[in-house]
């Protein structure tokens, strides 16, 4: 039970003992324990075949940092969800929220995985306001993804 | 014997002359003054004056910013005396908080050579105001001229010169040394200042602006991805080579987007900006066999 606890609370640097407003400071620039594990752990990291017609990329940017986010999701008939690998060049937060959404939408029906909203990502890792842009470069790209893989679809319909 | 003591009698006169008219180093250069005053206790607190230059007291820093002062000060008009309602780039006239001169909004003493005191930062002023001596903002600047102005506005401004005044005085001087330098970072930089130009006619790039074209992120994945691969410095050398080639492109471009108000693609180009000074920093923390990670 208490190593639960431990779990969730935040990782604490070893000077913030004293309460000065220094620790406030000091307090921004903390990492949340789900962050620190999704970055040393990162889930499904990796890349499939965009030459596939059964997988949707998606390429995303933050025009304030300049990092860049791709997500890809291979669906099958049902619209379900079977594979998903993603790689992101940022900062942790970043690469935690891509990691997060890739393990929350496996599985899931795309038109569900269009409902999830940044709020859910940050809240889910306890993301500062600083990042929360972060967790929005991660709602874009798996809204990117499932868009392309519905103009593949519908090409490939309309050749069909 | 008594040659002896003539001989000895001159050497102490010459001796006694030499140390009478002793020549020491002050502040700003070579002067002379004479050993008594500067170890007689009456005039020992007194520092010698230097031949020629101007007086201690004459070097104090409220005394200093006079011709600086007719440089910054736009609006016309000398010394105290009615102010005017015009200012610069539509911002208002600052009132002096001690003389309540008004004083136009970039300046940075109180003109009113009774008072010069230093003054808060105006209102509705842009960076080049201060900076650049009130030029229309653009991309294309001297870098020479703007490193000039910075010192020299920090030499009358900053901090350290205003320990031994009140309490007022060094919280404006902090706070116009730190906006001077935060004014100075942001020109100096071509990214800083194309997103300061972009934010001054209300283009900034928001968090949210989804902006960049997928050309623009395929290519910035591709590159990151080549420097993650890269196992040799000749390999990274390439990509750097590259990146900077972009980088001047880039820098050319948004001169003349710029220049000639095209502001769209003036937005455009900043954000590839943004993204390959994010891969020349990869490049430049890249270590064999260690993972790239920059802070930010």
């Not at chain 1, 999704?38 to 889930?43: G, I, S």
């Not at chain 2, 968090?207 to 290519?219: T, Y």
């Not at chain 2, 948004?254 to 769209?264: T, Y």
Request: glycine share 6%; hydrophobic share 35%.
């Amino acid at each position: 039970m208490f190593s639960i606890v431990k779990q969730l609370a935040p990782r604490r640097l070893p000077s913030a003992t004293f309460t000065k407003p220094v620790a406030a400071f000091v307090q921004s620039r903390f990492y949340h324990e789900k962050v620190i594990d999704h970055y040393e752990n990162p889930r499904n990291m990796g890349s499939l075949d965009k030459h596939d017609p059964t997988v949707g990329t998606g390429l995303v940017g933050a025009p304030a940092c300049g990092d860049v986010m791709r997500l890809q999701i291979k669906v099958d008939d049902n619209g379900e969800i079977v594979d998903v690998k993603f790689k992101t060049f940022g900062c942790g937060s970043a690469i935690a929220s891509s990691s997060y959404i890739t393990e929350r939408v496996r599985g899931m029906n795309i038109d569900d995985a269009l409902k999830i909203k940044n709020t859910d990502i940050a809240k889910e890792l306890c993301l500062p306001p600083v990042k929360l842009h972060c967790s929005m470069l991660a709602e874009d790209a798996i809204k990117s993804a499932i868009k392309d893989f519905r103009m593949k679809r519908d090409g490939a319909l309309r050749t069909a | 014997m008594f040659k002896q003591l003539l001989l000895a009698q001159r050497q102490y006169r010459q001796i006694s002359a030499l140390s009478r008219r002793r020549h020491v180093y002050c502040q700003s250069g070579l002067f002379s003054a004479s050993v008594r005053s500067l170890t007689h206790s009456r005039t020992a607190s007194k520092r010698p004056l230097c031949i020629g230059r101007q007086s201690y007291s004459a070097r104090l820093p409220h005394r200093q910013q006079q011709p600086q002062r007719q440089r910054h000060d736009q609006s016309g008009g000398e010394g105290g005396g009615e102010g005017e309602g015009e200012g610069e780039g539509g911002s208002a006239n600052k009132t002096c908080w001690h003389c309540q001169q008004q004083n136009s909004p970039a300046s940075l003493f109180c003109k009113n050579k009774k008072c010069a005191v230093i003054q808060a930062v105006g209102k509705g002023i842009n960076y080049y105001d201060v900076l650049l001596a009130g030029r229309p903002p653009s991309f294309e600047i001297d870098v020479a001229e703007l490193r000039r102005n910075f010192l020299r506005s920090q030499q009358v401004v900053h901090p350290d010169s205003f320990s031994q005044r009140g309490q007022i005085e060094r919280r404006l001087a902090e706070v116009q040394s730190s906006w001077i330098n935060h004014a100075y970072a942001t020109l100096k930089d071509p990214l800083h200042r194309a997103q300061y130009l972009l934010k001054l006619r209300g283009m900034e790039i928001g968090e949210a602006d989804q902006i960049a074209d997928p050309e623009l992120l395929m290519e910035i994945m591709d590159t990151r991805e080549e420097i993650e691969e890269a196992t040799t410095d000749a390999q990274i050398a390439t990509i750097k080579a590259r990146n900077d080639a972009n980088i001047a492109a880039v820098t050319t471009g948004l001169a003349s987007a710029f220049g000639s108000d095209a502001l769209n693609r003036a937005r455009q180009l900043t954000n590839r900006l943004q993204y390959l000074r994010r891969v020349a920093q990869a490049v430049h923390v890249w270590e064999p066999g260690k993972p790239v990670v920059i802070s930010h």
